[in-house]
């Protein structure tokens, strides 16, 4: 099964709180291929194990909220095309690294992490 974590996690960029989306090759190509139907469609979801991760395309928003099991991705079109960007970057480019993606809720920063 491939990785794909989503968690809150304190004093995580440069002391400040972050979102933190840890993930393995393959689970760099699942969420770029949720998000990316996302950006398409409106909406998608993406089950993994005990986690489902529902990704909402809505005017204005850059938040995700965590439930029981799961994680709402509530994103503009502009922060969902910047993560669609990172991701495929990361899936041309294998290894370790990681990116930073604006967001407003819960934390400022969506940091995306391949392999790390």
């Known amino acids: 099964m491939s990785v794909i974590n989503a968690e809150l996690v304190e004093k995580l960029y440069f002391g400040d709180d972050a979102v933190l989306l840890a993930m393995d090759d393959a689970g760099v190509?699942?969420?770029?291929?949720?998000?990316?139907?996302?950006a398409q469609r409106g909406a998608s979801w993406l089950d993994h194990g005990a986690v489902v991760?529902?990704?909402?395309i809505q005017a204005g928003a850059a938040?995700?909220?965590?439930?029981?099991?799961?994680?709402?991705?509530?994103?503009?079109?502009?922060?969902?095309?910047?993560?669609?960007a990172l991701l495929t970057e990361m899936q041309?480019?294998?290894g370790k690294g990681h990116h930073y993606v604006d967001?407003?809720?819960?934390?400022?920063?969506?940091?995306?992490?391949?392999?790390?």
Do not use: C, Y
Request: hydrophobic share 50%; charged share 20%; aromatic share 6%.
């Open 29 to 38: 190509g699942e969420v770029l291929a949720a998000v990316s139907e996302a």
């Open 53 to 56: 991760h529902q990704f909402r």
């Open 63 to 84: 938040e995700i909220e965590f439930g029981e099991g799961t994680v709402i991705w509530r994103l503009n079109s502009v922060v969902s095309a910047e993560i669609v």
């Open 92 to 94: 041309v480019n294998p």
């Open 103 to 116: 967001i407003s809720k819960p934390a400022d920063m969506l940091v995306l992490s391949l392999n790390e």
